[in-house]
């Protein structure tokens, strides 16, 4: 399965979170063509943090799509300093959450055009722009949509959970404040009802921590069960193991085996296929749901193979 | 007129805006007993940047007596960077303030922990306690107190006058949003009715622009005239000119002679004594409220000298 040479057309919407999603995020914007390719960005991991409106999510896909992310760390940005953290410390404020100089600017000036009454969606763009994304990086809503984590020590926001406590404490449920009332934007809308969608990608990102939240935004999960282009998604699991993060062990602690019959099973009807890794060939004999290719997106040729394949099979769902 | 080697007893009070008066104050938290000095500091020219309470006074003074302002600029920190606001700039945010890395660390924790409730009064205490300040730094008020310049181009919030607009603008007139309501703290009041007061210092600060609107704080100017101590002012003005800032310029636009009879005049009865500069000996000799001093206060000793030589003006005072 490789589809490497297929041209792309039509437009393209992906679903990401942060780290794992950008990857394939960055892979989609090298083959989809210019102003084609629409990536709607998780914003439950969004807090308020020493006064800033911080947009985990949003920046490290908008970095990385810029070419500006941090290689090692996977989050903040590349060339990055400490000098705001260090003065910090020193005069007893929060450090357990690290803003480097830069990346400080994004929420500085993300909170200030907010508290003047700007939109995410718009200040978003504005920012992708300035630092020369040529695609559209949507937030899912314009609402506040904060994920909630129900843990052995009782309810954690989520960076309290993840960067806070290292994902330590055991996960018994999840919940997403705000979902309720929060609406999906209309650029949003307009990417999943665009005439010439050709493809919904759904990036390897946590299922219950990056996806979720945003399939909680009133009405996204029925828009995305009435597209008429495919929706695959790209399972962040190989081999019974998470490539970063707190999935396994967050799976294993809410009773689901850390497999892709657990994955596909968790999006359902949502999906018409899910892409699992070659270590993961035996999973797929038995789904006709399921494809194989390689997931780990090794360097940038790895990221662009695979939004390949994922377009190539859209292609031949599409075509089916 | 030296008074240098009196010793200083009893607690001083001392009033001051930014740079200009945060000079003496330096040099009095050199003479003064420790814990014996208080600097009640104009919030006028508080205001939010970039989504962050800025407090431009405050810092200066903490910074100043911390031995941690910059020497050439007279504001912000010493080995300061800048990467924040080049990135800032690169986004297209706001970069007619400026804020460096270490700076807005200030701001930031400052902001954080007034959302969370924490008053002005304590935080400053804390950042200057951790900055190693040994004498307590009060904002005049915890409540919202807001400069704003009637100029030729209208109504101008203080920093859009100072440093958006470089002070170009004509001065009509001035006023103290929010100083119909805004409160002295519990903490001024006890610094001014402080038993062994010794002094009031109003420090050689922009009467207009940094000490009229504390005095415009709702009881600050009845207290400050019912003090038993001496209250004595350092006169910003020396031969005419405004050692720093729009001064001058302003209090010419106001129709006001650039003189010491005009600082005398506007302070009126609030005060004892005046000292000006050498260079305004004569205007000394025309006024027995006036004392002669070296006000530049070039060094370390220049603002150590003058800091005596207020103090034993006021023991003077005191024990006639």
Redesign the interface.
């Known amino acids: 399965m490789s589809g490497a040479s297929a041209p792309v057309t039509g437009s393209v919407v992906a679903l990401c979170g942060g780290i794992g999603g950008a990857k394939l995020a960055l892979g989609l914007s090298r083959v989809v063509a210019p102003g084609k390719l629409t990536v709607i960005v998780n914003t439950g991991d969004d807090f308020?943090?020493?006064?800033?409106?911080v947009s985990p999510d949003i920046d490290t896909v908008v970095y990385t799509l810029a070419g500006r992310s941090n290689a090692e760390t996977g989050w903040g940005r590349a060339q990055e300093?400490w000098?705001?953290?260090?003065?910090?410390a020193?005069?007893?404020?929060?450090t357990w959450f690290s803003l480097g100089?830069?990346?400080?600017?994004?929420?500085?000036?993300?909170?200030?055009r907010?508290?003047n009454g700007d939109r995410l969606t718009v200040i978003t763009r504005?920012?992708a722009r300035?630092?020369g994304v040529g695609c559209a990086i949507l937030p899912v809503t314009d609402d506040a949509l904060r994920t909630m984590v129900e843990t052995s020590e009782g309810i954690l926001p989520f960076q309290r959970y993840f960067v806070g406590r290292k994902c330590q404490p055991e996960v018994k449920g999840l919940r997403f404040d705000g979902a309720g009332v929060a609406r999906t934007t209309a650029e949003v809308r307009a990417a999943l009802t665009a005439p010439d969608l050709a493809a919904v990608v759904i990036c390897p990102s946590n299922p219950y921590l990056s996806i979720d939240p945003m399939l909680a935004v009133a009405g996204l999960r029925e828009r995305l069960a009435s597209v008429r282009a495919p929706v695959i998604a790209v399972s962040p699991i190989v081999a019974g193991r998470a490539l970063k993060g707190p999935l396994a062990k967050m799976m294993a602690e809410l009773g689901k085996p850390v497999t892709q019959d657990s994955i596909l099973s968790h999006y359902g009807d949502l999906i018409d296929l899910l892409v699992v890794d070659e270590a993961d060939r035996d999973a797929v004999a038995r789904n006709s749901r399921m494809r194989v290719a390689p997931t780990v997106m090794t360097g940038i040729d790895g990221k662009i193979a695979l939004a390949r394949t994922v377009l190539a099979l859209a292609a031949g769902l599409g075509r089916s």
């Open positions: 308020v943090h020493l006064g800033l409106h300093s000098r705001f953290m260090e003065a910090v020193e005069i007893g404020g929060e100089d830069t990346d400080l600017a994004t929420s500085a000036v993300r909170t200030a907010l508290q504005d920012i300035a630092l």
